[in-house]
């Protein structure tokens, strides 16, 4: 099922982080569950969102990968779920006409009235806010990112304003923004409101060996 995915992607960098990026996520799991990392199996749930089958997850542990450029980023929660979205800020020749399809009307004034230097990074700080959230929901493509409404000006606190759903206060979301670099717009959300949240960072050396 893996080996298949990764050979989905035309590119090999890519197809590498996927790999990287799987066994991430069983070695993190394995702490979890207790479990060495062969034996943790990670399957396709709904909509295609890789999950722990029932039997195997007594801790009931969700999770959530994305990766992009020289990151890979892994979410894991207890009871909650969880979804996490990476990109690289590049820029784009179609920006505004993108902006125009997955903003919502509210949105659609607000970036249109930043300052042309500040609309790169806004745009990819509202797709990831709202990728995690639409990755945590497990739904794949079955909401329109223009139903979606997060706060994505520069200093504004990560928040969900608007669900698909409507009134937030009765799905509770907490966003977050992830500070991994200027060159990268990173996001988390979480279901409901967690006491804690904790963040690591390991090297690549940590996980692909030290070659020097």
């Not at 790999?19 to 909509?47: E, F």
């Not at 607000?110 to 990819?124: H, M, S, V, Y």
């Not at 409101?193 to 960072?201: I, K, Q």
Request: hydrophobic content about 40%; overall charge neutral; proline content about 7%.
């Amino acid at each position: 099922m893996e080996s298949t995915r990764a050979r989905a992607y035309r590119q090999e960098e890519d197809r590498c982080r996927f790999l990287v990026g799987r066994g991430m996520l069983r070695v993190l799991l394995g702490g979890y569950l207790g479990r060495p990392t062969k034996d943790v199996p990670i399957v396709s749930g709904a909509m295609g969102k890789p999950v722990l089958p029932p039997a195997t997850n007594p801790g009931e542990w969700q999770f959530n990968v994305a990766h992009s450029g020289k990151w890979i980023l892994a979410a894991i929660a207890r009871r909650r779920r969880v979804g996490v979205d990476v990109e690289r800020i590049r820029p784009m020749l179609d920006l505004e006409p993108l902006a125009e399809r997955c903003c919502s009307p509210r949105e659609r004034q607000i970036f249109k009235a930043l300052p042309e230097d500040e609309k790169q990074t806004a745009f990819f700080r509202c797709w990831t806010r709202k990728e995690a959230y639409m990755k945590g929901l497990g739904l794949g493509l079955e909401i329109p990112l223009d139903a979606l409404e997060v706060s994505f000006t520069p200093g504004e606190t990560a928040r969900l304003v608007r669900s698909w759903q409507g009134d937030t206060s009765q799905y509770p979301w907490c966003l977050r923004e992830l500070d991994i670099g200027s060159d990268y717009a990173a996001a988390m959300a979480v279901e409901g409101d967690p006491d804690r949240l904790s963040c690591w960072d390991w090297p690549a050396s940590f996980w692909l060996g030290d070659k020097e």
